[in-house]
């Protein structure tokens, strides 16, 4: 299947600093990605819809300031958590849909783990 | 209700067993059927998608839809210890956003 390589898997970090965490389709092209956010024996919560080259849709009480996101190209979007707090400490998930395939597959990147301190 | 309901388990077979994972849904729009595997602390890993009814078989794995009733499967034959894991179902209205299960734990004891 189609790979997803989502960096870095693990993050501490100070509250109140930013973090940054890529997500990248490695052998297709995607002009959808998804990011997700899953707490501990919880499915995953959609947070915002990225389409390349324009701005992301973000799911209801998710901030878009708080949670940057850009989809820069066809094959990369980023997750800019700003100013990281102890209760944005999550497991963060990205997905992308494979353009050729249609819209019905969906990968997913392996998450990265925040711990904000 | 939510649109997806799944039983979170937790679910202890034998090895060996033939296992029957389920969801319901509540919106007839949703035409795509996926089964993801999720290990802890690990992303999600496509399955199975089927789209609209009907049965789908890879390996020892089998997903059934039966849209009239709203209601999926994942059936696992031959259960492994390596099976542990969280199965998520997950379903969307065309090029819609997924909608996902809570997860089954399944534990597979040797």
């Known amino acids: 299947g189609a790979v997803v390589s989502q960096h870095p898997s693990w993050v501490i970090c100070k509250s109140g600093t930013s973090v940054k965490i890529e997500c990248r389709s490695l052998?297709?092209?995607?002009?959808?990605m998804f990011w997700y956010r899953q707490f501990p024996k919880q499915s995953l919560m959609l947070m915002a819809t990225?389409?390349?080259?324009?701005?992301?849709?973000?799911e209801q009480g998710v901030e878009k300031d708080k949670f940057l996101i850009n989809h820069a190209s066809l094959t990369l979007s980023t997750l800019t958590v700003t100013s990281a707090h102890p209760e944005d400490s999550s497991f963060y998930i990205c997905?992308?849909?494979?353009?050729?395939?249609?819209?019905?597959?969906?990968?997913f990147g392996a998450g990265t783990r925040l711990s904000v301190l | 209700q939510k649109e997806v309901e799944q039983d979170p388990g937790p679910l202890s077979v034998p090895e060996g067993a033939i296992v029957s994972l389920n969801c319901t849904y509540s919106n007839s729009a949703f035409q795509y059927f996926m089964w993801y595997r999720q290990y802890s602390r690990k992303g999600p890993e496509l399955l199975m998608y089927t789209y609209s009814s009907g049965n789908k078989e890879d390996g020892r794995f089998t997903a059934q839809v039966d849209k009239s009733s709203k209601y999926i499967s994942l059936f696992i034959r031959d259960s492994q210890p390596s099976d542990s894991a969280t199965y998520l179902c997950a379903m969307r209205a065309g090029a819609n956003n997924l909608f996902f299960g809570t997860g089954t734990r399944l534990t597979v004891i040797p």
């Open positions: 997905s992308a849909r494979d353009r050729l395939a249609g819209a019905e597959i969906q990968y």
């Open positions: 052998d297709f092209q995607a002009t959808t």
């Open positions: 990225s389409n390349e080259g324009s701005k992301a849709t973000y």
